[in-house]
């Protein structure tokens, strides 16, 4: 019988995505398959992704990372959601909290559609006061899961993510992969030479001559795609018309007050700004489109708004929204930005690099490389971006600001389909129901649609069945308990001093 089994990984290129994907696949293969990263310190990698979802919480369980030591490591802080401020009309501010439910689900029916019959009564408060993160997170107070509450209590379930040094993480997954044998190649990719008869890569050429071949190439090279994009020829669908931005420039500065469990993104002229809490610092930084701001001015910009002394000068990134046709080609899988872009609105840029190893995992291959495992990567990697995609333009189609070109666009342009009938389902209904196992489920998509101001006209007929004074009573109970949560919830810094309080750094 003939081998068949993948025996040699080549992962092209460092950064988040290639050391991601180094120490899952040395975590699950061991030294079974050999694994080697090629990566160039004259490169250098992007870099500016401090923010997280919950998601990757299951990742570093499979890895077996222990989190306090972890967080000391990458100088993290906790993220309980994003606060948005000024997207819906300026002045307006709303959390997109994590978790799973907003308030306690009745009678078949999400919490929500009662809260929209109590608030058309004038028996309601903002829809952020009944869940635990959106109300703990502004007030700078967070802790993980208790042991020692009812199951139903909210502090029995606290979904939160990271804020962390982007560059200290990949550090952190390097020190880890090559303890478990991956081997680590410095230099820049010469050549890459394909098999003649079907184009396969079989190998890359370095600078110095050494020639490294493979079975399964990992192509974490960025934007440029070296692999699938400046090889295979994969092609890019650009998403432009939906995701105006296409620029960002980013800046950290000193800490100016204890750390907040939140990311702050604020809705500016010509796009947004992010605000991200370290611990040794907070990241900063201005995503926008070049067409309504020049990178100078956003640039002035940007360091007028920093909340401390600049520690850096602002560099610009240049992006263009969208996704690579096909992100499996052959016997190449790009991971990471090499296989698309969105902006990091909702922190997903590393999300979407857990998911893609994961996905890879699960359908792995043999040398035969079958094309229906191919084909079926590719069919959920494009629905899952295109999900992702959708709930990003949420933010930026609904609006009523016309202040600026930039929102004017915004608020009038077209929009994808399926996120048009969602919007209209909800204003009309107020019901939204999840799209198979998209990333974002009916918490954030009702936390955000509120946020931005689609107020739904009626809610669900099952909602007359509960009296209103029942109704009211029940919306008020619910936020008691979640007010009476937060108050015993330390805060955000007192946590991190006794959890994971990382040693000083100089800056």
Not at 151 to 168: E, K, N, V
Request: hydrophobic share 40%.
């Amino acid at each position: 019988m003939v081998e068949k089994s993948i025996k040699y990984i080549v992962i092209v290129g460092g950064g988040t995505a290639g050391w991601m994907a180094a120490a899952a696949m040395a975590k699950v293969f061991g030294r079974a398959v050999s694994i080697r990263l090629v990566e160039s310190e004259e490169i250098g990698t992007v870099g500016v992704g401090e923010a997280t979802v919950p998601a990757l919480g299951h990742f570093n369980r499979m890895l077996e990372i222990n989190e306090a030591e972890f967080m000391r490591q990458v100088q993290g802080t906790f993220k309980l959601g994003i606060e948005f401020v000024d997207w819906g009309r300026i002045g307006d501010r709303y959390m997109h909290g994590f978790g799973t439910t907003i308030g306690a689900d009745f009678g078949g029916q999400p919490f929500h559609q009662y809260w929209i019959k109590a608030r058309q009564a004038g028996r309601a408060k903002d829809i952020g006061a009944y869940t635990l993160h959106t109300m703990a997170g502004p007030l700078g107070k967070f802790m993980t899961s208790a042991s020692d509450v009812p199951a139903s209590s909210p502090l029995a379930d606290i979904a939160y993510a990271y804020h962390f040094d982007a560059g200290l993480y990949a550090r952190y997954l390097r020190r880890y992969a090559e303890n478990l044998g991956v081997r680590r190649t410095e230099g820049k990719v010469k050549q890459v030479i394909q098999r003649p008869d079907d184009g396969f890569i079989d190998a890359v050429v370095m600078e110095n001559g050494e020639k490294i071949s493979g079975d399964l190439f990992i192509d974490c090279s960025g934007f440029r795609g070296l692999l699938i994009e400046q090889t295979l020829k994969a092609g890019y669908e650009d998403w432009s018309h939906w995701l105006p931005c296409n620029s960002a420039v980013a800046a950290p500065c000193e800490n100016v007050g204890p750390p907040t469990p939140f990311v702050r993104c604020t809705a500016r002229e010509a796009g947004w700004t992010w605000r991200i809490p370290l611990q040794h610092r907070t990241g900063n930084g201005y995503v926008y489109s070049n067409k309504y701001i020049s990178d100078d001015e956003a640039a002035n910009n940007l360091l007028g708004w920093l909340d401390g002394r600049a520690l850096g000068n602002p560099r610009v990134l240049r992006f263009t929204p969208g996704r690579r046709n096909k992100v499996w080609d052959k016997n190449v899988v790009a991971i990471g930005l090499a296989s698309g872009f969105l902006e990091p609105l909702e922190s997903t840029s590393i999300y979407l690099i857990q998911s893609a190893i994961n996905r890879l995992l699960s359908l792995f291959p043999d040398r035969e490389f079958d094309q229906s495992t191919i084909d079926r990567y590719n069919a959920q990697a494009a629905f899952e971006i295109e999900r992702i995609r959708d709930f990003i333009i949420l933010h930026f189609c609904a609006t009523e600001r016309s202040d600026t070109p930039f929102w004017d666009y915004c608020r009038t342009m077209s929009l994808p389909e399926p996120l048009a009938n969602t919007i209209r389902l909800f204003r009309d209904t107020g019901r939204y129901y999840r799209n198979a196992d998209e990333l974002f489920g009916q918490l954030s998509w009702v936390q955000v649609m509120v946020g931005q101001r689609i107020v739904p006209r009626k809610y669900h007929p099952i909602v007359d069945r509960m009296s209103d004074q029942d109704l009211y009573e029940f919306v008020g109970k619910v936020e008691q308990v979640i007010r009476s949560c937060v108050d015993v919830m330390p805060s955000h810094q007192a946590f991190i001093d006794k959890w994971c309080k990382a040693p000083p750094i100089a800056m």
